[in-house]
């Protein structure tokens, strides 16, 4: 079975913050679920989100599954 174009695509974004910085008060890794229209963001999406490791907003961005 071929597989299907669909304009829009489960992705996840991943905290960029907690992925470099080993300095924190609990392990882990913030991660957002959404979705994206492929014909209008093309290129990889960045959104600011809060961050329940940091506690605060900072700039989540799209990663491979």
Request: hydrophobic letters at 25%; aromatic letters at 8%.
């Amino acid at each position: 079975m071929a597989k299907s174009k669909d304009i829009r695509i489960a992705i996840t974004l991943e905290c960029t913050s907690c992925s470099e910085n080993d300095e924190k008060r609990f392990s882990g890794v913030s991660r957002y679920v959404s979705e994206k229209n492929r014909r209008n963001t093309p290129t990889r999406l960045e959104l600011k989100k809060f961050c329940p490791y940091c506690y605060k907003h900072k700039i989540h961005r799209e990663i491979k599954k």
